[in-house]
């Protein structure tokens, strides 16, 4: 099965597997001298399966080197949002203070998306408006888009073959290894910060 291309432009373009079915993230990020001045995180969502189609439903970025990029530092944490057949939205979710190290708040927010990932579909497909309660309170979660397995089998035997996405261990070792330290204080630092949940986000430019 074909995966999105992972973000142009980024001096390491990635794709990383998730836990949510139909579901995998991109990330892409720029490397100076241990710095990690510019990256996006984002989550894709699989709709379709013949051809293979993937929309990108959630973005987080920063870009601290263009007068117009944003900021998270300056801006704190915003959440683009898609929907299938409204404009997108802006989700501003409260956290708890950024780390310096862009490595640790890149995969804080590779986990975040693929914790909610079920949320985001459903505001994507129109289930849910943007800033709602999730529609299953009780803990459960949304019913997976179901995929006719002939069709995938179909696709799977003409297409050629992908490179696996990356785990998340495995990008993190890729953001210890940009930022001169070592995984497992990336992986910290990410577990200590603190973010919201996209249902009580503020909704901007709606």
């Given at each position: 099965?074909?995966?999105?291309?992972?973000?142009?432009?980024?001096?390491?373009?990635?794709?990383?597997?998730?836990?949510?079915?139909?579901?995998?993230?991109?990330?892409?990020?720029?490397?100076?001298?241990?710095?990690?001045?510019?990256?996006?995180?984002?989550?894709?969502?699989?709709?379709?399966?013949?051809?293979?189609?993937?929309?990108?439903?959630?973005?987080?970025?920063?870009?601290?080197?263009?007068?117009?990029?944003?900021?998270?530092?300056?801006?704190g944490l915003h959440i683009d949002t898609a929907r299938r057949s409204q404009p997108p939205v802006?989700?501003?979710?409260?956290?708890?203070?950024?780390?310096?190290?862009?490595?640790?708040?890149?995969?804080?927010?590779?986990?975040?998306?693929?914790?909610?990932?079920?949320?985001?579909?459903?505001?994507?497909?129109?289930?849910?408006?943007?800033?709602?309660?999730?529609?299953?309170?009780?803990?459960?979660?949304?019913?997976?888009?179901?995929?006719?397995?002939?069709?995938?089998?179909?696709?799977?035997?003409?297409?050629?073959?992908?490179?696996?996405?990356?785990?998340?261990?495995?990008?993190?070792?890729?953001?210890?290894?940009?930022?001169?330290?070592?995984?497992?204080?990336?992986?910290?630092?990410?577990?200590?910060?603190?973010?919201?949940?996209?249902?009580?986000?503020?909704?901007?430019?709606?």
């Amino acid at each position: 099965m074909r995966v999105p291309s992972p973000p142009a432009g980024y001096d390491v373009s990635k794709v990383v597997g998730g836990s949510t079915p139909n579901c995998v993230r991109t990330v892409g990020f720029d490397r100076q001298s241990n710095h990690i001045p510019r990256f996006i995180v984002q989550l894709h969502y699989q709709t379709g399966v013949n051809p293979v189609q993937w929309e990108a439903i959630a973005r987080i970025d920063h870009n601290e080197t263009a007068a117009l990029g944003h900021d998270i530092y300056q801006e704190g944490l915003h959440i683009d949002t898609a929907r299938r057949s409204q404009p997108p939205v802006k989700l501003r979710p409260s956290h708890s203070p950024l780390p310096t190290s862009r490595g640790k708040v890149i995969r804080s927010c590779t986990d975040y998306l693929d914790a909610n990932a079920d949320y985001f579909i459903d505001v994507y497909e129109g289930r849910i408006t943007p800033g709602s309660p999730p529609r299953w309170p009780d803990g459960g979660s949304t019913p997976p888009t179901f995929i006719h397995s002939w069709d995938l089998t179909e696709r799977m035997s003409q297409e050629p073959p992908a490179e696996d996405p990356l785990s998340t261990d495995e990008l993190t070792e890729l953001l210890a290894e940009a930022e001169g330290t070592t995984p497992e204080a990336i992986e910290r630092g990410a577990a200590e910060i603190e973010i919201a949940p996209p249902s009580e986000a503020n909704v901007v430019d709606e």
